[in-house]
């Protein structure tokens, strides 16, 4: 005769099944919270070898060669790769989890799912939480330091640019009219009239 009760109305009558769909409903949120703690913790290790490439390029630029360079970048694009992939796999996890939670995927963050993680998985969140919010904070460090270098470096070659420029071609001369003449090197080390 319950077969044809709606499934409401079937829990009311059997306290039993109404705890049998909790317990599934939680074991189905709770494997999608262990799945997203492992992707978790694969994005804290990609990151982490961002953060060693970022470190190393910092090194790379202090004392340059082409073959480093080539390197260095190989090694952040392999990184950025992963990441996306990451990242996708991440999305579709927290996707489901707000699914089951009835909540709006669209700029779910970690946060709002905490609360629904219990025991090892809420705690095991939470600290890959921290450790990507501190990766993070590591990557974005080094990459200002490394701007800075590089910053400099262009600073530099424009300098040195500017300065050869000015000794070889040193610019406008007047003419006897007091116009300016605009052609022909008059540089301090080479001039047109020798």
Not at 136 to 155: K, M, Q, T, V
């Amino acid at each position: 005769m319950t077969g044809d009760l709606p499934e409401d109305r079937c829990a009311m009558l059997n306290p039993d099944l109404q705890m049998i769909h909790e317990t599934e409903g939680r074991a189905d949120l709770d494997s999608l919270l262990g799945s997203l703690l492992s992707v978790l913790r694969k994005e804290i290790e990609i990151y982490g070898e961002l953060a060693e490439a970022v470190a190393l390029e910092a090194d790379m630029l202090r004392k340059p060669s082409l073959e480093s360079l080539h390197e260095s970048n190989a090694r952040k694009e392999t990184c950025i790769l992963k990441t996306r992939l990451l990242e996708e796999v991440r999305a579709k996890t927290v996707g489901r989890i707000a699914a089951a939670l009835g909540l709006d995927e669209r700029g779910l963050k970690l946060q709002a799912i905490l609360p629904h993680a219990q025991g090892d998985l809420g705690r095991g969140l939470r600290d890959c939480h921290r450790e990507l919010r501190s990766l993070a904070d590591r990557i974005h460090e080094g990459n200002l330091r490394n701007r800075g270098l590089l910053d400099a470096s262009l600073e530099g070659v424009r300098a040195g640019t500017e300065f050869l420029g000015n000794l070889l071609g040193g610019g406008a001369t007047y003419l006897d009219s007091g116009a300016l003449k605009h052609n022909g090197l008059s540089g301090r080390i080479c001039s047109e009239r020798g």
